[in-house]
């Protein structure tokens, strides 16, 4: 079905030619796509903008991507001018400088509320309708998707399941994440306290990282791990409280605390994406787009929301997962091969050891954080550095 070649649903209650379920970034790219191109939209949610348990950071290919929606200084952001990674165990530092990067912007962090709330008023102003009801229930028929909603129910042509890692909208057409396949993030906004640069370490157990994201007015602190790991979300909350409180990071700022599943799937995984059906395609989160290292989705929540409304208004839905499964699966999956090395204690400390002494590995790692570094093409790039003792150290440990 194209724009200009709607169906012709008779039932009273169809609202559009898309609905998608979910207006956070991914959501909320997709619509203001479509209508754009004009088509009929409806975006269900009842609850964004809201905040959201991550870091908030945005990077300069993520901008690149909404920049006809809203300008880089569209939304109150800090733009962050370092990286600072830190080996406890051992007492050491290193600063990874990210203000020098040929963008001017590799990296932006602000408040999720705030850039959920310019990328879904984008959206608005394009065309696109927000109902902020609840969908209960989602079903694909052979001519129309009928959605059962908290104020009753909705027809649409086509549906986008844009609704996180819990998606409704993915249970229905194909199958909810496993455990295995989840992370949880849990932490503390630290409230009246920012700065100027993220603060990162390594963690061997459980499995994952501690961060600190600054945004305008406080910082996003946080520990991310696998939902199978054995370890409570009580438990990472207490490694963060710990990590606060050695590190002094938030002085004396009133902490409020958040918990949020992600995405976090291995390299098979990634290889057998189930992204789209008749009437029906996942985008961002539900359709499990999540770098399994870092755990950042933004940018590709806003790319494949885009390649999703790209497909549909070409009339070709196979675009997108061709467009998914050629730029995105392949690095993706090489992640996942590399998870479990990253998070080793041994690596921990060489990373910081060698960001410390070689400003080529220190670049390497700041286009690994901007996402200009993929990780298909890594550890060719480390070897390229000419610091081959210290490049073979760390690939040995990945």
Known sequence: MTVSDRSNLSNPSTVADVAIVGAGPAGSRAAYVLARAGARVTLFDP???????????VTGRALQLVADAIPASGWP???????????SVRGRSAVVPLDDQD?????????????????LDAAERAGARLERSRVLDVTVERDHVRLETSDGPRCAAFVI???GANSLVRRRVSQAFRRDQLSIATGYFARGVTSDEIVLELLSDPPGYIWSF???DHLAIGVCGQADAGVSVGKLREITASWIARS????????DPYSWPIPSL?????????LAGPRWCLIGDAAGLVDPITREGIYFAIASGQWAADAFIANNPSL?????????????????RLKAGFFRPAFAGLVVRALHQSGAIRAVMADLIAGRQSYAGLKSRLLRTWEWRLAARLLLRI
């Open 47 to 57: 609850s964004h903008p809201r905040e959201k348990a991550c870091g908030g950071g």
């Open 248 to 255: 002094r990071i938030a002085g004396d700022a009133r902490l």
């Open 77 to 87: 952001a800090t733009v962050v001018r370092s990286a600072r990674f830190i080996d």
């Open 320 to 336: 997108y997962a061709q467009r998914i499964n050629e730029e995105v699966v392949p690095d993706l999956a090489s992640a996942a």
């Open 161 to 163: 399941g844009a609704d």
């Open 214 to 216: 600054p945004r305008p």
């Open 266 to 274: 291995n390299a098979r995984d990634f290889e057998c994406l189930q």
């Open 103 to 119: 963008d001017g912007d590799a990296l932006r962090v602000g408040s999720r509320a705030s850039f959920d709330a310019a990328l």
